[in-house]
């Protein structure tokens, strides 16, 4: 059996963690530490930055309420150094409620942030850092992309009201087409204006294919702005060699109030959920009180046990069971020279089993 010597050695979580943690060293980006628990008022603050709202807190010996850490981003921006670009990576554990489970868990995550000046270099440094990030975890995976300014500047065109462009925006993010004709219709949106919006909302193509698409629809100078950091950012990923199973998807959205330019989302096939998801998010630093820029993203690696669960469903590839007669050294030689072909082996007296292994391997008196 031909197999890695890393995938040997660890699980995956621990093997794509360090493979990830190579990489990102490479890049320069030093190691951040943060600690478990914060005080709750930063959480509490910007709900609408987290991916869950609920925070598990308890109250400090000192009478301070805090929080066990749902978001390391969050950390580091209260903590980053003002007048210099600081480019961190961090392997932590978050705690928040997702759908799939039963209250709190436990979620091992990595990612990158990159705080400071930000520009064009540093987001495609950062955009192309998160599809060899899924390259790493698997083969078989895609990274869309969205721009939250380009976005914007078009339903600023339309002349809604913000709390109008809000509610488009979120039907955007629901592909609901029938609605945003009609918030449209009724804020006296003009139809060439209106075709655009829904146009973008329906848009899903690789990266250059939907640069052309949506070029004839670039009105004014941010969407002008907008359009040309997309077409530099492609320029830069296409001579890095990160072109490939990249899509632009405009019905990707987020907080406005977070971000104001490059979104991403990264998946796998057989994960339904995104397993990486980052984007450029100034207006956290801004509503912080920080005057500089970031961008960086998270990769989940709670969802890779859903990536080996559907690999070949065995808990282990040989199950060696053995009777009374045989002698323990036997059974450690013939153990040994499974494992020294590659395999996982897990060795059990002669009883009923419920192990799902690939093969059984059974040690009796009349031999094996």
Same mark, same amino acid.
């Given at each position: 059996?031909?197999?890695?010597?890393?995938?040997?050695?660890?699980?995956?979580?621990?093997?794509?963690?360090?493979?990830?943690?190579?990489?990102?060293?490479?890049?320069?980006?030093?190691?951040?530490?943060?600690?478990?628990?914060?005080?709750?008022?930063?959480?509490?603050?910007?709900?609408?930055?987290?991916?869950?709202?609920?925070?598990?807190?308890?109250?400090?010996?000192?009478?301070?309420?805090?929080?066990?850490? *749902?978001?390391?981003?969050?950390?580091?921006?209260?903590?980053?150094?003002?007048?210099?670009?600081?480019?961190?990576?961090?392997?932590?554990?978050?705690?928040?409620?997702?759908?799939?489970?039963?209250?709190?868990?436990?979620?091992?995550?990595?990612?990158?942030?990159?705080?400071?000046?930000?520009?064009?270099?540093?987001?495609?440094?950062?955009?192309?850092?998160?599809?060899?990030?899924?390259?790493?975890?698997?083969?078989?995976?895609? $990274?869309?992309?969205?721009?939250?300014?380009?976005?914007?500047?078009?339903?600023?065109?339309?002349?809604?009201?913000?709390?109008?462009?809000?509610?488009?925006?979120?039907?955007?993010?629901?592909?609901?087409?029938?609605?945003?004709? &009609?918030?449209?219709?009724?804020?006296?949106?003009?139809?060439? $204006?209106?075709?655009?919006?829904?146009?973008?909302?329906?848009?899903?193509? *690789?990266?250059?294919?939907?640069?052309?698409?949506?070029? *004839?629809?670039?009105?004014?100078?941010?969407?002008?702005?907008?359009?040309?950091?997309?077409?530099?950012?492609?320029?830069?990923?296409?001579?890095?060699?990160?072109?490939?199973? $990249?899509?632009?998807?405009?019905?990707?959205?987020?907080?406005?109030?977070?971000?104001?330019?490059?979104?991403?989302?990264?998946?796998?096939?057989?994960?339904?959920?995104?397993?990486?998801?980052?984007?450029?998010?100034?207006?956290?630093?801004?509503?912080?009180?920080? &005057?500089?820029?970031?961008?960086?993203?998270?990769?989940?690696?709670?969802?890779?046990? &859903?990536?080996?669960?559907?690999?070949?469903?065995?808990?282990?590839?040989?199950?060696?069971?053995?009777?009374?007669?045989?002698?323990?050294?036997?059974?450690?030689?013939?153990?040994?020279?499974?494992?020294?072909?590659?395999?996982?082996?897990?060795?059990? *007296?002669?009883?009923?089993?419920?192990?799902?292994?690939?093969?059984?391997?059974?040690?009796?008196?009349?031999?094996?």
């Amino acid at each position: 059996m031909d197999m890695n010597f890393s995938d040997c050695v660890f699980k995956s979580e621990e093997r794509v963690t360090f493979a990830l943690r190579n990489l990102y060293e490479q890049y320069g980006y030093a190691r951040y530490k943060v600690s478990k628990f914060e005080e709750y008022d930063l959480y509490a603050n910007n709900k609408n930055f987290l991916i869950s709202e609920n925070i598990l807190s308890f109250t400090d010996t000192n009478g301070k309420l805090m929080a066990l850490k *749902p978001d390391v981003t969050l950390s580091i921006v209260k903590n980053v150094r003002e007048g210099e670009t600081q480019k961190l990576y961090y392997n932590e554990t978050v705690y928040r409620t997702s759908a799939g489970y039963d209250g709190f868990h436990e979620i091992p995550q990595t990612g990158l942030e990159c705080v400071g000046e930000v520009d064009l270099f540093s987001m495609g440094e950062v955009l192309g850092l998160a599809k060899k990030s899924l390259e790493i975890i698997s083969d078989d995976h895609i $990274l869309d992309v969205s721009h939250m300014g380009f976005l914007s500047a078009l339903l600023e065109e339309t002349g809604l009201t913000s709390a109008e462009r809000d509610t488009v925006i979120r039907e955007i993010g629901n592909k609901n087409l029938g609605s945003i004709k &009609r918030i449209c219709e009724q804020g006296g949106v003009s139809e060439a $204006l209106t075709r655009d919006v829904c146009a973008l909302t329906a848009l899903y193509e *690789p990266f250059a294919e939907a640069l052309e698409t949506i070029q *004839p629809m670039v009105r004014g100078e941010k969407m002008s702005a907008c359009y040309a950091e997309l077409c530099d950012l492609w320029e830069i990923l296409e001579a890095n060699g990160d072109f490939n199973r $990249l899509y632009l998807d405009f019905s990707m959205v987020n907080d406005m109030n977070y971000y104001n330019g490059i979104i991403f989302r990264g998946y796998v096939n057989g994960i339904p959920d995104g397993i990486l998801s980052g984007g450029r998010y100034d207006s956290l630093l801004k509503k912080m009180g920080k &005057r500089c820029g970031a961008i960086g993203f998270a990769v989940y690696l709670d969802q890779l046990d &859903r990536i080996d669960s559907r690999k070949n469903g065995y808990d282990i590839d040989v199950l060696l069971c053995y009777d009374s007669s045989i002698s323990a050294l036997d059974v450690q030689k013939k153990a040994s020279e499974l494992r020294a072909l590659g395999n996982r082996v897990l060795v059990l *007296p002669h009883t009923e089993q419920t192990i799902r292994a690939k093969e059984t391997v059974c040690m009796t008196k009349g031999g094996v």
